[in-house]
């Protein structure tokens, strides 16, 4: 991502709306229900919680910022139709609501990517949400806003990153509890690096629970490379 795109832009950035990047790359989707598409992530800089196994702190600070035209500009230049805005913590933005809006005009799928602890019921409607509910293992359950899951559609998501069997048990009761999975695909998720893929299959299998076990594509194909 280069500032050199805010420079063409034929809007006055003084003015215009504008969100602070940390990056925008092409890469394949490594999560939700669009796994495995070529998909132009935009991930914005900030973010209020501090999970403990997040992998992007890096986009926690610093960042340039952009003019949303700008930003859609850089989108459509990688030809490709999906498109994921990501963090941090995107809805912390200010105008992170005007960039899904405008990405949405403009014809691309555009997916959100969000903790699930700010409001989501304002997102445009054509944008599909995928909910990262916090379990005690991210260090921030408390910090989720639980109304979020009442608004989801069928078509969104709601996951859950499982860091040991007392995050299953915790994330199994809250699916049952509130019946999540009539609502919407269910995503259980191994923390990567703290629990094996196979063991969080085995427990979803034991439980016989509606859910859909996801790990993260891009870290096979890639590590914990920046930007892939």
């Known amino acids: 991502m280069s500032a050199a795109a805010d420079s063409t ?15 925008i790359f092409l890469s394949i989707q490594g999560e939700a229900d669009s796994v495995g598409w070529p998909t132009v992530f935009v991930r914005l800089t900030g973010c ?17 910022w952009f003019t949303i035209e700008a930003t859609v500009a850089r989108v459509r230049e990688f030809r490709t139709s999906r498109v994921c805005v990501t963090g941090g913590e995107p809805l912390a933005q200010k105008h992170s609501l005007e960039l899904l809006r405008r990405l949405c005009d403009e014809g691309f799928s555009v997916s959100l990517e969000t903790s699930g602890a700010r409001d989501v019921s304002q997102v445009d409607p054509r944008v599909v949400r995928v909910v990262d509910v916090k379990t005690p293992g991210s260090g921030e359950s408390t910090r989720n806003l639980l109304q979020n899951l009442d608004v989801l559609r069928q078509d969104e998501q709601i996951k859950f990153v499982v860091c040991d069997r007392a995050d299953f048990e915790w994330a199994r009761d809250l699916v049952k509890e509130r019946a999540l999975a009539e609502q919407c695909t269910v995503l259980f998720s191994p ?22 076990l996801q790990v993260q594509l891009h870290k096979y194909l890639w590590g914990e490379a920046r930007g892939r």
Request: hydrophobic fraction near 30%; include cysteine.
């Open 191 to 212: 923390s990567y690096g703290q629990v094996e893929p196979r063991d969080l299959a085995q427990w979803i299998l034991d439980e016989r629970l509606p859910v859909r």
């Open 9 to 23: 832009d034929p809007i006055d950035a003084r003015t215009s709306p504008r969100v602070k990047l940390t990056e």
């Open 48 to 64: 209020p919680l501090r999970c403990r196994y997040c992998d992007t702190e890096y986009a926690f600070y610093g960042g340039e």
